[in-house]
């Protein structure tokens, strides 16, 4: 019998590096979702009978369970999304649509995904505020320079904690101290730390944090949306409909408590199910021991790849999962599609992040605590070969 915490796809004869765009789930994961549909599949917040009981409480476990995993004051303060891309939406067009005046500036890093850019370039083109870039060196966030473009105007800093190509690592709790003594909220793309490093929205004291499920061993469609409870009480609804209201009329509307305002409709049920077990999974495992097992792998990766005198690295300075490659003379689309030839699963292009001051197309390769040496070993392998690397590109 399998071990309820194995992976089904690590027995593919695949290896798998594109962890950064999304991780494989363990078995207990599955099973706990298909549980949900086998034995208790029926609706939440809406039946009188215990199968739809059984939903509520299992909601409510992973809701709790979120608010110890990144530490927020109560389970209030966590709202369930379907991604990363609609928690920063929602808080964007459901809280700074009203909160900022005409003038008011924005400022965000010029590393960003697109999620954490282009739904402040959407409001931008709605209302009459500015949006500020802070520059990177080296793909290094420039704290300096972050520093410089705060103005009397500026009113939000909205960053990733780990960026998605470099990786590089922001110091989140020293950018909010910075921040909040000037006024300025701060917002918190925590999609690709949650699943690295040990998030305390308390200590960080960030105002705003969003990440998705799925890139920590968790179901897709379900994001996290954690906000301090005094701003989610200004914060509007995004979407209407069942569940977030408590009772309304042709003149009035009374919204339901918070965080259910902001969950209309039938959530994700099997994915927030899933995902309360997936935490439970990474507890076990200790956050502490996926982040030095990571940077274990990463520090081997990039002693390999260096002794490969024809591959250049970009981002050695930074503490992400990812390493990002290129051979000179050939496409990061094909590199990608020759180590897919050996079964190797990277990715290549520019990763969703347009703005950054690395304008190349890369290959990036990002790696989960479930990779390994051999693995590694079979990348550069593969990497050494400069002879099959271009006959493959030639035909
Ligand atoms: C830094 C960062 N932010 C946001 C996102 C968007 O996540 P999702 O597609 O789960 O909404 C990603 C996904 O790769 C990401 O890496």
Redesign the pocket.
């Known amino acids: 019998m399998k071990n309820k915490n194995s992976f089904s796809m690590k027995e593919k004869d695949i290896i798998y590096f594109d962890n950064?765009?999304t991780t494989f789930k363990p078995k207990r994961v599955i099973d706990k979702i298909n549980d949900y549909y086998n034995n208790y599949s029926a609706n939440s917040h809406r039946g009188d009978y215990d199968i739809s009981f059984k939903v509520d409480d299992e909601i409510d476990y992973t809701r709790d369970n979120v608010k110890k995993f990144i530490n927020a004051k109560t389970k209030n303060e966590i709202i369930f999304t379907k991604?990363?891309?609609?928690s920063l939406n929602t808080i964007v067009f459901g809280f700074f649509k009203n909160y900022l005046c005409d003038g008011d500036e924005v400022i965000l890093s010029s590393s960003e995904?697109a999620?954490?850019i282009l739904p402040w370039l959407m409001l931008s083109l709605n209302k009459n505020i500015k949006i500020v870039f802070v520059d990177s060196v080296n793909e290094k966030l420039c704290l300096d320079d972050l520093v410089k473009k705060i103005t009397d105007k500026t009113r939000v800093i909205s960053i990733?904690q780990i960026?998605?190509v470099s990786g590089d690592k922001r110091d989140i709790k020293k950018i909010c101290s910075i921040a909040h003594a000037k006024n300025i909220l701060v917002v918190v793309?925590a999609?690709?730390s949650a699943p690295h490093i040990k998030i305390d929205v308390q200590d960080l004291d960030c105002d705003f944090l969003a990440f998705?499920a799925?890139?920590m061993c968790g179901p897709t469609g379900v994001?996290v949306l954690y906000g301090k409870y005094n701003l989610l009480k200004n914060m509007i609804p995004f979407t209407y409909g069942g569940g977030m209201n408590l009772n309304y009329n042709e003149n009035s509307l009374e919204l339901a408590s918070i965080p259910y305002r902001f969950e209309s409709g039938t959530p994700n049920i099997a994915g927030i199910i899933g995902f309360g077990e997936t935490i439970d999974y990474l507890n076990e495992i200790g956050i502490d021991y996926i982040e030095n097992k990571v940077n274990l792998l990463k520090r081997y990766l990039l002693k390999e790849l260096e002794s490969i005198p024809y591959i250049k690295i970009y981002n050695k300075d930074c503490e992400g999962s990812t390493v990002i490659i290129n051979i000179e003379g050939i496409l990061s689309g094909d590199l990608g599609l020759y180590l897919n030839k050996n079964k190797i699963c990277v990715r290549s292009g520019k990763h969703?992040a347009k703005m950054g001051d690395n304008k190349e197309d890369t290959v990036r390769i990002s790696l989960y605590f479930y990779n390994t040496y051999d693995e590694i070993d079979k990348l550069v392998k593969v990497l050494k070969d400069k002879k099959s690397i271009y006959e493959f590109i030639k035909n």
């Open positions: 950064a765009a991604n990363t891309t609609d995904h999620s954490n990733a960026t998605n793309d999609a690709q998705s799925h890139k994001g969703c």
